[in-house]
């Protein structure tokens, strides 16, 4: 089954750390970019980073820069996101997604995790 | 970076309706701009990919046109699994930004 499961969120107080994983099956891991996606309680979705294939080229949001750090381990099919120096506004869910590519190179999330929450408090 | 501004943020109606959402980029994006749909407790779906391909499995009662910078997701002919929440998403810059969705409620 394609699918993706994401693991290791929980509740850490503030200036903490926390590492995120998210085990894909069914396709060639290796063969996709990837990228971690949030959504705050009650809020929209927010794009967070965004890992090559190979992991040689990474993005991220301005507002996590710095303090998170979005990898892979195509041998063990896996996608991380470490976090560190974290804030009461990281608090969400974060969700683990694919990305697939169209012809003319249009970029789109077509299979997403079920997500996993992380809380940020004291 | 890439401003998605979409609406309207809610808005109700009744099955069997057509119902029209918009996102203004804030500046050209070409025709990299995506619609996906959110239900409670789930994860997103995508619906529309590249401003008007829809993605396979979808109804096509689901379209999308775009125009300039705006771009906008028509549901013709309203089903009860469709109330929902909808974002759009520009896939256009490396950073790639979401509208602040637009949640469709029963009338």
């Known amino acids: 089954e394609v699918q993706l499961v994401e693991s290791g969120g929980g509740l850490v107080q503030p200036g903490g750390s926390l590492r995120l994983s998210c085990a894909a099956s069914g396709f060639t891991f290796s063969s996709y970019w990837m990228s971690w996606v949030r959504q705050a309680p009650g809020k929209g979705l927010e794009w967070v980073a965004n890992?090559?294939?190979?992991?040689?080229?990474?993005y991220y949001v301005d507002s996590v820069k710095g303090r998170f750090t979005i990898s892979r381990d195509n041998a063990k099919n896996s996608l991380y996101l470490q976090m560190n120096s974290l804030r009461a506004e990281d608090t969400a869910v974060y969700y683990c997604?694919?990305?697939?590519?169209?012809?003319?190179?249009?970029?789109?999330?077509?299979?997403w995790g079920r997500g996993t929450l992380v809380t940020v408090s004291s | 970076d890439i401003q998605m501004t979409q609406s309207p943020s809610s808005l109700s109606a009744s099955v069997g309706d057509t119902v029209t959402i918009t996102c203004r980029a804030s500046q050209s994006i070409s025709r990299y701009l995506n619609w996906y749909q959110q239900k409670p407790g789930k994860a997103p779906k995508l619906l529309i990919y590249g401003s008007y391909s829809l993605q396979s499995g979808v109804p096509s009662r689901f379209s999308g046109s775009e125009s300039g910078t705006d771009f906008t997701l028509t549901i013709s002919s309203l089903q009860p699994e469709d109330f929902a929440t909808y974002y759009c998403q520009q896939t256009y810059s490396t950073v790639w930004t979401f509208g602040r969705g637009t949640k469709v409620e029963i009338k």
């Open positions: 890992i090559k294939e190979d992991g040689s080229q990474k």
């Open positions: 997604a694919r990305a697939g590519m169209a012809a003319r190179g249009y970029w789109y999330f077509d299979l």
